[in-house]
């Protein structure tokens, strides 16, 4: 396959994922847009063309593992695992209710396709380290996938599973930081500034970082994972320049990091993400 033609695929299961997180959100009715569609194209690139995953037999174990460090954007991730076939889409709109298997954040025990728990941030930096470490130990060569957001990023856990990962060599691990500038309270740099910027700190810490201008493109972020895959002897940081709420037509203007919407507003956003994934199928 050409890579334009590949990624005019991704472009277009990245359309299908963002409109399967609104349906999914929308079906309680509020919840977490902000942060799930900023990562909608990297899920996008990691479930359409790179990792190894069988939908069969999640349990696989040569399958790369994805781990939802930033728990706030596990509709994202059940709507990429729907689409994938690893359950029924409509599965998904049981979200955050009672007896659902989709939980707010993800959970390994309740959904088919999800690798690791995920809750309280940056214990998932941590586990996702450790399933690394454990599949070097056992001689795998699989890759460990790990989103982290650009707010969770003020816990101490990070930094210690940080350094952690470059003291060990993890090079089958990689990290996407979501840096849409905002967390629950503001801005980043209100709430909690980085100082330098995420890319300085996990430079500092001996991880290998590359810094993804436009972290919503899927070539930009195919580009970055394919010189992840070419680096050794250290794990890898991809800083992602996202935009809070992307494509969600009440929530990107504000960069909510939640979102109660009217009833309208859904429709509204959910017609504007099904036009959006038909101008990119036209294309």
Partial sequence: ?????????????AAQIRLETLKTIGSLGFGHVGGSMSVVEALAVLYGDVMKVDPKNPRWAERDW????????????YATLGLKGFYPLEQAYTLNKPHTHFPSHTDRL????????????????????????GNKLDGRDNHVFVFCGDGEAD???????????????????????DFNKRQLD?????????????????????????DVADGND?????????????????????????????????????GAHSSQPTAEQW?????????????VQAK
């Avoid at 429709?267 to 036009?275: G, H, L, T, V, Y």
């Fill in 66 to 77: 994805c781990v939802m460090s930033k728990g706030h954007a596990g509709p994202a991730m």
């Fill in 1 to 13: 396959m050409q890579k334009a033609e590949k990624m005019h695929e991704l472009r277009v299961f």
């Fill in 155 to 177: 816990e101490g856990q990070v930094w210690e599973a940080a350094q952690f990962a470059a003291h060990y060599k993890l090079d089958h691990l990689i990290c996407f930081v």
């Fill in 110 to 133: 309740q959904t088919p396709g999800v690798d690791l728990t995920t809750g309280s941030l940056g214990q998932g930096m941590s586990t996702a380290t450790g399933a690394a470490l």
């Fill in 218 to 254: 899927v070539e930009q972020i195919y580009d970055a994972v394919q010189a992840a895959y070419a680096n050794t002897g250290s794990p890898t940081c991809i800083v992602l320049n996202t935009v809070k709420g992307k494509g969600a037509t009440f929530a990107e203007p504000s």
């Fill in 267 to 279: 429709d509204e956003a959910i017609k504007a993400a099904e036009a959006a994934l038909a101008a």
């Fill in 186 to 210: 503001g801005t980043c740099e209100e709430v909690m500034s980085h100082g330098k910027g995420l890319a300085a700190k996990f430079d500092a810490f001996g991880w290998n970082v590359i």
